[in-house]
């Protein structure tokens, strides 16, 4: 019997979002009670990942993801075919990660290259403070991929969403069920987003309208703070070239 052949036929018009986080937690060990064999210049143990946003299935949508680590590791480039979608590793330097998204067969999409700083020490004011508690830091990035024009077959992979965490997937109101509640994540031209942004912050996931909110306060400060900088080096600046153009009167004078 022939393979059925997939429609290819695209979307015309149709962009449709799926969010995810990826980025890296380090722990640092306790020198009291480091794991047995460990390399004695390994400081941290450390997880770099890719995930859903509040860890919901993404594996409908993403087949596989590839980390490239620093070439001074075993096998430095990982590929990982299954979720979780993570690599864990010990260490002790920082260094900059390769990740390589490959979408499911269905999609006819290119894979899509994304770069991670893998961070293991805190910075900012309670760096000190973080450090004698050894809390583990968490370096996370918000991403979107947008799938424009997708093919029939990868729209309704996208929009059937994934399948049920018990049962087949089939059966009355269930493929049909998770597809009409995605099916707020489609966007005919630009849309809207794909993901509803929450309003207040949660361990899961720390990205909301609250914390949005705060940086925007944050970012108005510092432009008011640096526009009040530049008015008094500007009132300075003003002060100079008076005080050069009365040298010079006095210079022709004399």
């Not at 794991?35 to 919901?56: A, F, K, S």
């Not at 009355?172 to 509803?196: C, L, N, P």
Request: glycine share 10%.
């Amino acid at each position: 019997m022939p393979t059925p052949k997939v429609n290819q036929d695209r979307m015309q018009g149709v962009q449709v979002y799926r969010p995810f986080v990826y980025g890296s937690i380090a722990k640092p060990f306790d020198p009291a009670n480091r794991p047995p064999g460990l390399n004695p210049d390994h400081t941290h143990q450390w997880t770099i990942y890719v995930r859903g946003i509040n860890n919901e299935d993404i594996s409908y949508w993403l087949k596989k993801v590839q980390f490239k680590l620093h070439e001074t590791y075993a096998n430095s480039s990982r590929m990982i075919e299954s979720p979780p979608f993570e690599v864990s590793e010990s260490g002790w330097g920082e260094f900059e990660v390769q990740l390589k998204l490959y979408f499911v067969p269905e999609a006819g999409e290119k894979a899509q290259t994304l770069w991670h700083a893998l961070k293991l020490h805190p910075y900012g004011d309670d760096a000190d403070g973080q450090r004698l508690r050894r809390d583990a830091i968490v370096s996370q990035n918000y991403e979107e991929v947008i799938f424009s024009e997708p093919v029939e077959a990868f729209f309704d992979v996208l929009t059937s969403g994934p399948p049920p965490a018990t049962g087949p997937r089939g059966g009355k109101g269930g493929a049909k069920g998770a597809k009409q509640h995605q099916a707020g994540m489609v966007g005919r031209g630009r849309g809207e987003r794909s993901a509803e942004v929450p309003y207040a912050p949660s361990v899961e996931n720390p990205y909301s309208l609250k914390r949005e909110g705060e940086e925007l306060d944050r970012l108005r400060e510092a432009a008011r703070q640096v526009e009040g900088l530049m008015r008094v080096e500007r009132g300075r600046l003003r002060e100079r070239e008076e005080e050069m153009e009365e040298l010079r009167r006095e210079g022709g004078r004399s």
